[in-house]
Every structure is written in C-alpha cells, then in structure tokens.
C-alpha cells in the first residue's frame, strides 16, 4: 500500500501533517449535510455529537499539530461521516495517526519551549529545504553553544529564566543542529544573516571568534549555503523567520510573535510572500566566498 509505505518513512509531525491534509480535504470535499453547501461540510458540522472531539481540536488536527492519540473512534466516526467507506484508506489513515517510533526524545525539553516550538522542532527534521533569515541573531542551528549558552544568559535577568532553562535549551538546541545538521542524509539549508546578527556581541571574544569559525566551517559544507547581508542600501525584512520546505507536502513559513510563541503557516499567499522577501535578500547579500571573507575578518579582529 503506497500511502502507508510512505507514512512509515515519516517521523511523528510529518506523520501528523499528511494526516490532516487528507481529513481537510475529506471534509471539504465529502456529500453536503448542511443547506446551502454543494460539498463538504464546516468543523462544526463535522463534529457536532462528539463528546471527546471538538472543533478547536479538529483545525489543530488539520494543521498538523496533533493526531487522534488514544481516540481513534474519533477518527474512525470522522471518517464514516465523511463517507469514506475504502478499507485501505481507513487502514492508511489509522497507520498516520500512530507516532513514530523512537521520536520521544523531545519529551524532555517540551516544558521549557514556548508554544508552538515543538511543532516547528518537528517540522525542521521533516524538511527537504530550510530557507531562513535573521537580522541581529546567529540563527539557532549554526550556533556553537557556547554563543547559545550566552545568549540565553544574557536575557536570564529580563526573562526570570533559570539555569535548568538554560541548560534545556542549550542542549536542544545542539540536539536540533545535530538531527537536521549532521545525520546522514542532512536538511539542505540556506541562510541570511545580517550583518548587525554577526556584530553585536554575545558573549566574550572567544564566543564570538569561535562562532564565526563555526558559520565558515558549516558553510563549506554542501548542503549548507550561506550569505551575509550587509550594512548597504537595499531591501531587508525587519524580522526573522524561516521557510520549510517539506516535500511533497505543503510548505510552511514559521516566525515567532511578541510574546515569544512559535507560529507557522502553510497559506500559500504567506509562503509566497516569504518567497519573495527571502529571494530578494539572496540578491543584496553578499556571495558565498565573500560572505567567507568578511567572517574571517571579523574572527582575525577578535585574536
């Protein structure tokens, strides 16, 4: 069975996310129940009676960021109200509402992230392509941790943060790098940094010396590209954020709000205007050798 061959090969969020791009589409294409409709019906609709299932949790389940866990009966009443009556699509879709084997290692860490980061710490290790930028930050999975370590010490005093925080998050962050990084089929990454992310020290000098050799020594790597953008006239977004690319799956644009929570969308309008922005950087930054060079510079000034 193709469907199910494929949903094995997924880790638990990619296996989350085809599952409720299939039940969407199921819902908005299936017999109309409502008057006024030609096809398909609303959430509401969709789960009216069901005690264990409400509406909230049914958008959260199309988007991907949760499954039907110990409830499958909901899953199976869903899809009977949808019509589907396919046995092999039943069992596909049973089949992506399991998790993923040995994918608990981020259990540990979910008390200490803000909302919506174990989502996104879910989607970087589905990705075929991560494209990111960031302004006045080294971006999360080309820091050393020391320079990570720093940065979160930095905010301690502002954020009441503790150092069992702190260490959890160090430690995800290199457990993150690791898994997208330097497994053995790695995500493909291509990151902006300007040029204020590389200046503005975090840290003592050797932090930022050794960070600097850290972003030369990944970018060199093939699946890794990278590019400054400089203190030059030219376009460049005032936030950070990053573009997944997950395949055949749709893509998603993640960036963070106010509040520090984590925040994606697959609406391709966003994504395509995060396109934009990202490819109009590409071009006022600098290449790949110069971008090497102005990095060796800024480490030889901190020998």
């Given amino acids: 069975m193709k469907g199910a061959q494929m949903a094995a090969k997924r880790g638990s969020t990619g296996r989350r996310l085809e599952l409720g791009i299939q039940l ?22 969709a789960v009216r009676g069901m005690k264990t299932l409400s509406e909230p949790t049914l958008a959260r389940i199309e988007h991907g960021e949760l499954n039907f866990r110990r409830n499958v009966g909901d899953l199976r009443t869903l899809l009977k109200r949808y019509g589907v009556t396919d046995e092999e699509l039943i069992d596909q879709l049973t089949e992506l509402n399991r998790e993923a084997p040995n994918e608990d290692w981020l259990t540990q860490y ?64 290199m457990e993150r790098k690791r898994r997208v990084l330097e497994r053995e089929d790695p995500v493909r990454l291509r990151i902006i940094l300007g040029e204020a992310a590389l200046r503005i020290p975090v840290g003592d000098e050797v932090v930022m010396r050794e960070q600097y050799q850290e972003i030369i020594r990944l970018a060199r790597l093939d699946h890794v590209q990278f590019q400054v953008l400089p203190f030059r006239r030219g376009y460049r977004s005032s936030s950070d954020f990053a573009i997944i690319d997950l395949g055949e799956l749709p893509a998603r644009v ?40 102005f990095l060796e510079e800024l480490a030889a000034e901190r020998s």
């Fill in 24 to 45: 969407r589409q199921l819902r908005e294409n299936c017999p109309p129940v409502e008057d006024g409709r030609a096809r398909g019906m609303t959430r509401k609709a």
């Fill in 110 to 173: 979910k008390a200490f992230m803000p909302a919506g980061m174990p989502h996104y710490v879910g989607l970087e290790a589905e990705a075929v392509l991560i494209r990111a930028y960031h302004p006045t930050v080294v971006y999360g999975l080309l820091q050393t941790e020391a320079y990570a370590r720093a940065g979160f010490e930095t905010g301690r005093p502002v954020e009441d943060t503790t150092a069992e925080f702190i260490r959890r998050n160090v430690d995800l962050r």
């Fill in 254 to 293: 993640q960036a963070d709000n106010a509040w520090g929570a984590v925040s994606t969308s697959d609406k391709p309008r966003e994504v395509e205007r995060f396109n934009r922005r990202f490819e109009t950087m590409v071009g006022v930054a600098l290449g790949l050798t110069e971008s090497i060079d």
